[in-house]
């Protein structure tokens, strides 16, 4: 059914150390509800839209000076070659999964000007800031700053979307300006004699993993690019910068803690400093330990996650709550006006979805399921062309979406998390198949030697009903593992309209039995709408709670809900820890009331309820506040409850009991 899927370059980075396999968003059709129409709009609305702003500050221009051997006149910040590469990944990525002539164009047109750029530049090297501006400065030489330059975070991006364009379209284009780049590093860095330079902003790492991936999937490509590609250059390229944070032996530290470059990764424990720098290392090393298959890294890489997970995440799936530096706080620091950057909550998306392939363990995606349907939708509006960088929980009317910053980061960190959904709805091994998100959608694999098409329809996340239609191409005997979310209390599981028997595993209720072409699996969460209690060390959230249904939080804004008169709004950080009486108390046992309303931004549940002055409140989903006018916004809210020290291994939120 999806012939385009046979391409053999369509396959999907996997690399050889995964406990579970990932499928290809190209194998993968969304026809949901809730996600089809956002992805319409990334695909129609904002890859134009970043596109179009990019070009409008100059960031194109930038190759064709450089192509042009022009000095000085780079625009914008110096990572803005970093951030085109980033929107070329993501908009390949919609090329694969959905298709887009125009778009395909736009991008030849790009990659165009960018492979001009290298050609000009002779050795395989390409930073335009660098070029125009800093001539003499390459990697931070004759007293340059590769924190500020990002030399090495730039080339990262390149290769990244060089990979996921070939992997797209099947074009070298930009697979050989990549190529070419890492090759000139791989020459360059290194244990003596080479150069001991590692990334001062990470994500090179994982991109240079890619390109290993393919050199080891593809080594007829190099007879193609008519260029040297060895994959085991490019591993030991990413192993090395792994290995030699901490080591500034011929090198000046990237501000220590700032950019983790304090000590070996090996060695670290803590998640800290720049949010963004550290998921996107600890996706990084996740990846080397699913190259290698290396224990040491993979240690690692839970420890931090945990670290994040457990102590420092906000309830949005958020992280990076300090302003300063952008960067992680303290454990349980986690205030409601957090900075919490959009590129730090998918940065940590993609940290989890490593550690699913390398584990098959539910709570990373968990994890995933609360930033995608929670934090990062709240980075774009629904109309699909104003971003937040920052994403608070609470606004005093102040904080809302921008067109564009001086510092566009976030859109294209969206424009390539959002179209990974369809290869993070399924997954599999040689024993069955996993059902991780509940989007209607259709995707197709082999296990072992069955071909196997899986189908779910379902309203989800407004209801709980899924069903899955359970398609081998002949009878087989295998395991249909479902997610059962971490928020979910109550379901009940069926085939073919009989109680199913399953166990649970990882996570996972475990459907394992022979499987005919027309079984049907029903799943049913329990939806109910449950106060979340923060753990007791979060001093900010004490006698407070926020109102979660399924996999969405939701939040009051003052469009629907006036704030009191004369009421302090609880934005300013100093006033975080002051006894600020709170703009709305909950009785101790709300009752709520839910409501679909589908004139509402496209289709939403609200949820009704009283404070405890009997005074309505009408709660909606957070990604969807700042959509309709300026104004408030709470998250937490006033409730009285005792502070419960027990029962919290692996848990920063839970619901309160309610009997
Ligand atoms: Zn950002």
């Not at 991780?436 to 407004?462: C, H, M």
């Not at 104004?631 to 309160?656: Q, S």
Request: glycine share 8%; with cysteine; hydrophobic share 40%.
């Amino acid at each position: 059914m999806f012939s385009h899927t046979t391409r053999a370059h369509m396959r999907p980075t996997t690399y050889k150390h995964q406990a579970v396999l990932n499928l290809p968003v190209a194998s993968v059709r969304i026809d949901d509800a809730f996600w089809a129409p956002k992805l319409e709009v990334l695909q129609r609305v904002t890859a134009h839209d970043v596109l179009n702003k990019f070009e409008h500050d100059g960031a194109l221009r930038n190759f064709d000076f450089a192509a042009e051997g022009s000095g000085g006149y780079h625009s914008g910040e110096p990572w803005f070659d970093g951030l085109v590469y980033e929107t070329i990944r993501g908009i390949s990525d919609l090329l694969a999964a959905r298709g887009d002539e125009a778009l395909d164009l736009r991008l030849d047109g790009i990659i165009a000007k960018i492979a001009r750029a290298q050609d000009a530049v002779g050795d395989g090297y390409l930073n335009t800031y660098t070029l125009l501006d800093r001539p003499d400065q390459r990697w931070a030489d004759n007293g340059g700053n590769l924190r500020w330059q990002h030399d090495v975070y730039n080339a990262g991006c390149l290769i990244e979307a060089g990979v996921h364009h070939y992997r797209a379209t099947g074009k070298t284009s930009l697979l050989a300006v990549a190529v070419k780049f890492a090759n000139h590093m791989s020459g360059l860095m290194g244990p003596p004699p080479k150069r001991n330079i590692v990334p001062a902003h990470s994500l090179p790492e994982e991109a240079v993993l890619k390109l290993h991936q393919l050199a080891l999937d593809e080594p007829g490509l190099a007879a193609k690019l008519k260029l040297p590609f060895e994959a085991a250059d490019y591993l030991a390229l990413a192993s090395f910068w792994i290995h030699n944070r901490g080591n500034h032996e011929g090198r000046v530290s990237h501000d220590g803690e700032y950019a983790q470059d304090h000590k070996p990764v090996l060695e670290q424990d803590e998640a800290v400093g720049h949010a963004v720098r550290a998921t996107l290392l600890y996706a990084g090393l996740t990846a080397l330990y699913l190259s290698t298959g290396e224990a040491a890294y993979l240690g690692t890489a839970k420890t931090l996650w945990d670290d994040i997970a457990y102590r420092k995440s906000h309830i949005t799936g958020g992280v990076g709550a300090i302003h300063h530096d952008e960067k992680f706080g303290g454990a349980y620091e986690l205030p409601d006006n957090g900075y919490l950057e959009t590129c730090a909550a998918a940065g940590m998306g993609f940290f989890s979805w490593n550690l699913f392939l390398a584990t098959g363990e539910s709570r990373y995606i968990d994890k995933l399921e609360t930033i995608l349907y929670n934090i990062v939708l709240a980075g774009r509006s629904l109309d699909g062309h104003k971003y937040f960088y920052e994403n608070p929980l609470v606004s005093d009317g102040g904080h809302n979406r921008w067109e564009w910053h001086p510092c566009p980061c976030c859109p294209p960190m969206i424009l390539k998390l959002l179209p990974e959904i369809a290869s993070y709805i399924y997954a599999y091994d040689g024993k069955g198949a996993y059902v991780n998100l509940f989007v209607a959608s259709e995707g197709e694999f082999a296990i072992g030697d069955v071909p196997v098409r899986l189908k779910q329809q379902t309203g989800y996340p407004w209801t709980g009903s899924v069903g899955i239609a359970v398609m081998p191409e002949r009878e087989a005997r295998f395991a249909v593992r479902i997610r059962i979310p971490e928020w979910c209390g109550r379901y009940a599981l069926t085939v073919n309209g009989q109680a199913a028997a399953h166990e649970l595993a990882n996570g996972y209720a475990v459907l394992d039995r022979t499987w005919g072409a027309d079984d049907v699996v029903r799943f049913d969460l329990e939806l109910s709408v449950d106060l979340i209690e923060a753990h007791p060390k979060v001093t900010t959230h004490a006698n407070r709670a926020a109102i979660r249904r399924g996999p969405m939080l939701y939040c009051l804004e003052s469009t629907d809900n006036e704030r009191y008169q004369g009421e302090t709004v609880r934005y300013a950080r100093e006033a975080l820890d002051k006894d600020t009486r709170l703009n709305r108390w909950l009785p101790d046992v709300p009752v709520f009331e839910t409501e679909h309303d589908p004139a509402f931004l496209g289709g939403a549940v609200l949820v009704r309820t009283a404070d405890e002055n009997g005074r309505p409140l009408t709660a909606i989903p957070y990604p969807y506040w700042n959509n309709r006018s300026r104004g408030t916004m709470d998250v937490w809210l006033g409730h009285g409850h005792p502070a419960d020290e027990a029962g919290w291994e692996n848990k920063l939120y839970r619901k309160i009991a309610r009997d």
